[in-house]
């Protein structure tokens, strides 16, 4: 499922040979959008206007997901997967709506989403000038302070209602250009409709990332502001029609991050040290859950998301994996980057920034272990952590705090800490338990850190200590320590706000001499690539991911999977073909109830070769006329090499269909308010 | 540790360049030991008497360990973690011996350990012209089908007295050359001694394969002939002192696998396919294990074993991943490949055997992921697997046999069968459940394996099923099915052999497919190799490890890690400044009662130069005189590379003392009797 993996937040520039056939690559950015390109190859290209109205009817989830209004009452459709969390947090033993399936019949019995907040972007300016004047010829942890300053103040001056909107400055090719983006905020999102788990999740991980596919991926939201539906005129119009082979279809949202720009020695990276390390770990805590779920009803019930979440992100990276170590994968990527070289030979300004990238990834070899286990990973202390920092950083000026503590940030800071959420001790225990046995294992337990986060103790013993102790699963503690700021946690005598405090002097350390010795040169670095991509291929550049706004172009179509053409759709009916009675193909209770109702022949899911990426999750597939055909809600198998680069060929992205979720809405999980609004014709 | 890792089955040439410094690196065989090479750097080498006097006390454990006889009457010393499955199995609720530590009083009181049989090499012959001659110039699977029958003919006519003998051919040098080893075998193997598994396992997985070391990795066994010890005359001399700096050692044992022989398109093989694959497995069956473990004492208790084993095994590859990612250590590989083609060019007779390998390295790739999950792992399949199969092939022809299924490998696969063993069912549902889900997940859920792998049903239902149903459980169903033949098999309702009988043909078809398109011209191109090797570099070629007798020299000495010098020892002290309290740091309590007594300057473990591998665990470590002043358990972080190459300034092989053997049979865990025999005063 195309959730915006957590893991590797990276920075960016343009993958293939521009010589080679390009294909439908790209995540292009709104203010660059290749029309020439595109009716060359279409014979038709959006206008300004088309893609002025779509941009405004765009969202941005910030539990890292894309989505759209598609109503004037502030209706949002994304996917299941992207909401299941909240569906998940609103769900008791005794009515688990996450297996039943939710319908608000009216909008007071709509559900709040704790965390969740929507986003939409209102202006882009280039701040680039700025930030580079501000970073001068500073280099090393210099460099790295002054970047922050100039961002943290950017953001800071430029959106001064915080109630409303959120300035955020984000760094494209790699440290190439800087822009600042503008979003108007909804801090208040409602969950309206959601169909059985097993509908969305058919298949299950089995299923997951394959085509053909059998999902009911959709849902949906409302924005809500001072208790009430916002007002979003600028929607897109819903249209539950079955979308036609080699029709133009546009996906617009937020790829969360690729890293085609990488040059050869970053790729290595992510194989050599990074991606083993991330596969086996997550493999076992994969495996801790699975047998946990096991003991009990209300265990799998509470582990689901969760289990959910690392198998999803486990077979990106087993995807990724396998994308590096193809030879003729990565041939390409050398190919290209040979390109690069020789065009940019002997030119003026951009030196050799190859090497000087391969020295801040050899740095990188040798802080990466510490820096990967500096710090447990559980909910409860990600909140101490998040609550110790804060308390100091608020107490500096503006420029001077870490990045994500400036005050733009605050806002929705507070909100993910403080929002009431459901914690599960058992589980947080096992993630906690589970983190500190890995970084024992990889530090070794002679290792200072290792000591640091251990003392005398075992990870089951500390772990249970902290979870069993603290306080902070109660929202009014986090408030209230929010509250209190440097005084209260000073004084705390919770235990896992001690151990945080602990643990937070080794983190920043490990922070800093990475920002001087990586972060530093390689952002320097990769400006002076940037230069020379842009010197050599021109526009027909594209930045890599990072959670911002984008729109990809390209068509309904399948692929040849080793000589065997794959169909670009599956219809509701095939279902009932592909369910086997034992789980996760176990057919849904309400499919099995309406199977006479429902038209068999109503397309279900359906591929294009639109080109996204994690985050991209719900992000609404829209045909020429600028209206809703499907909600994006994954990619094939080969889409996960995605990262690195776009296969034309075989990379598909996978959409449930509208017409299928009109005829869930209609027959399966009726919602005839929500049928009514979708048409334009709210009650 | 050192135990046998059962994964990579694989074939066999020398690594490092011979103009490049050797240090102390090879596994040789005892026809070939470079005495002029160990004279030159050490002074001083073995005689003929030495080597044949050694020879004869080197044991073979078939569960995956080497040992030594160190008494006229069949004692053996091996590793603790060799004979811990027995000692678990041993155990009860109310008397784990694996927690508390077990001597016998008496020879009476000797606990048989079930499936274990120890062997003393007694003839090496010489079988390469005959082998060669059946192949003749068959190809594909003609060719292994020739290959196997000459192999099951010299086996079968070579040992007639099955009970006391066993016969082998190995090939080594992947094909240059076969052996015929003949075997004293002794099928009946009980425990003598064995210290509390928190003395012989201190520090568990985070200080396995790490140094300094706290651990007494010790256990005495003793072979049994028709329910009497048996008279060993050619026994090593126990030598309970402090090892020497720099003083020579050797190791002599049965290392199990290396592939330092593979090119460079055997290990991106490796590292591209085989090793992914198999972290990400095992380290989520870790992770499942050790949930499940945590749910009762008697599950911890029970589980103990097999997670130690997985740990062990996954911290190998973890070893080996981290050494073929790294750029200078497969630098060293790729210049030793390129110089053996450069010295073969030209040369008649050798061609391009690199280009062939390519090839089936590349068929291999299309098979692997099929090959590897066509069959579930748990023992009770196991069992059944092997009953099908056996009671198929015991009906054909000797020639006609699968491998493993002549008749001169028949006794043991018997006993194998048949032992009587404890089986634990959630431990076998575990591990079905684990197999089959894997097997869904890489294959997909439309492959046709994953349909004959499950048919309508889910992993967990189909393992719950099969588990609870199946009688395999009791060793006499199991006899009976053996004695019963192919009838009995055919009449079988018992549904694990029901599932067992319809998987097989697929996996036989496979096992033939990877025989034509793999193994064949692979044996074939590697015999070239073996050729081109010997032209260039002579007699300084030793074959990979074949898990069959080989002797290392090398001598005591630390390493510089990253700067800072490890020393060679440690001291039984230094074990109660090391103990936490915390698991798996906690302090033995025999330790802890008998501290006073204990001699604190008494040598624990120490480090050697000697060349080993998994395999090699409970070798003895023999001085200059011929006396055992150790048995080597471990080899230290660096030594995980060892399976591809071995690095002189970095390898380690740990060993635990005599000393502290000693130091144990005396005051921790006193065993008078044994401190008797061990000094030749047996009463």
Redesign the interface.
Known sequence: MRLKSALFVSAAIAFTLPTAAMADEGMWTFDAFPAARMKQAYGWAPDQAWLDKTRAAAVRLTGGCSASFVSDAGLILTNHHCVATCVEENSTGDNNILVKGFTARATSEEKKCAGQQAEVVTAIRDVTPTVKAAIGSATGADAVRARNAAVAKLESDNCTDKATTRCQVVSLFGGGQYKLYTYRKYSDVRLVWAPEAQAAQF?G???NF?FPRYSLDASFLRAYENGKPVATPQHLSWNPRAPEDGEATFVVGNPGTTQRLFTMDQF?FQ???AL?IT???L??????????M??SPEKEREGKETLFGIENS?KVY?GQ??AL???AFTGKLAAAEADLKQRSANKAGIGDPWSDIAKSVQANRNIYVERNFATPRNDLFGYALALVRAAEERGKPNAERLPGFGDAALPLLEKSITDARPITPWLEE?RME?SLSKA??YL???HPQTKLL?G???P??LAARLVSGTKLADPAVRQALWNGGAAAIAASTDPMIVYARSLDANARALQKRYDAEVDAPLTAARARLADARFAAYGDSNYPDATFTLRISYGKVQGWNERGTPVPTRTFLGGTFDRA??????DLPPAFAANQAKINKNAVYDFVTTNDIIGGNSGSPVIDKAGTVIGAAFDGNIHSLGGTYGYDGTLNRTVVVSTQAVQEALEKIYPAPNLVAELRGKRR
């Open positions: 298949g991980d089995p299923d394959n290595a194989r050599e040290v083993p596969l086996t770990t493999s076992e805590l994969r495996g801790r859950l699975i047998t946990a096991a003991e486990l087993i994996v396998k170590n193809d030879p096992l589970w024992r294992e070794g337990a002679d251990l005398k103790e075992s089951e013993g086997t009675g034992a789980e996760p193909f």
